[in-house]
């Protein structure tokens, strides 16, 4: 059993176009963390939240502990964009990994 | 400031042999975590260091071993390797680990055992 689950697996969206990934967890966090890694393997932090809502540019992360769910949503998508997004949670000493989002943006 | 660097880039072992990779984090930072990554599991933590000490331990076997100096530099090894060690290895490092701090990866090792 997976701590950590992730939807949608592949993602394509149209340039300019609303997206949403989606990351449950099953037990009690102490943060979690939406990565970016784009071909090549390498691996950016781009949030990391134990409540709330956070902001970045046309990106941003939400979490709702009761429901034990996060979410990452672009706005006005863009071809760059496109890489694999993967959630991570902090549970106990350990982090545990979604499976990741594939996410192409076609221009 | 300098990135978290990972050396070497890419290797390629025989089954049997051991390795070690190394990683350099970002100055004053002094956690530095291990993950490995498979396109069948994905990303798993390894192991985090912290002023030379192991602080976490994901499940590996005991094959998979590492060590930080006193420079918060670290280490680590995989002995007697087997097919499916074959991976990206990263480390990240952040100011003093844990869940209220951000973590910054290096590029990675790509490890292929044949």
């Known amino acids: 059993k997976n701590e950590v689950e992730q939807s949608p697996q592949n993602l394509t969206a149209q340039e300019g176009e609303f997206i949403t990934i989606n990351c449950s967890y099953s037990v009690g966090i102490s943060a979690l963390h939406w990565l970016q890694q784009h071909p090549g393997g390498g691996i950016v932090s781009l949030f990391m939240?134990?409540?709330g809502k956070k902001k970045h540019g046309r990106l941003i992360a939400t979490i709702n502990i009761q429901e034990k769910h996060s979410s990452l949503h672009i706005t006005a998508s863009h071809p760059r964009d496109s890489a694999v997004y993967i959630c991570?949670?902090?549970?106990?000493?350990?982090?545990?990994f979604g499976t990741g989002t594939s996410l192409t943006v076609i221009p | 400031k300098a990135g978290v660097t990972q050396t070497p880039r890419y290797l390629i072992k025989t089954r049997g042999q051991q390795v070690t990779l190394s990683c350099s984090p970002i100055?004053?930072?002094?956690?530095v975590s291990w993950y490995q990554q498979t396109p069948g599991q994905g990303l798993q933590f390894l192991f985090e260091y912290f002023s030379e000490t192991q602080r976490n331990k994901g499940n590996f076997p005991g094959r998979f071993s590492g060590r930080q100096f006193s420079n918060s530099r670290s280490e680590m090894n995989v002995s007697t390797l087997e097919l499916g060690d074959s991976a990206l290895y990263l480390c990240?490092?952040?100011?003093?680990?844990?869940?209220?701090?951000?973590?910054?990866f290096g590029p990675g090792t790509r490890l292929t055992v044949t």
């Open positions: 100055s004053g930072h002094r956690s």
């Open positions: 991570a949670a902090h549970l106990g000493n350990q982090f545990y």
């Open positions: 939240l134990s409540s």
């Open positions: 990240a490092s952040s100011l003093v680990g844990g869940p209220s701090y951000e973590q910054y």
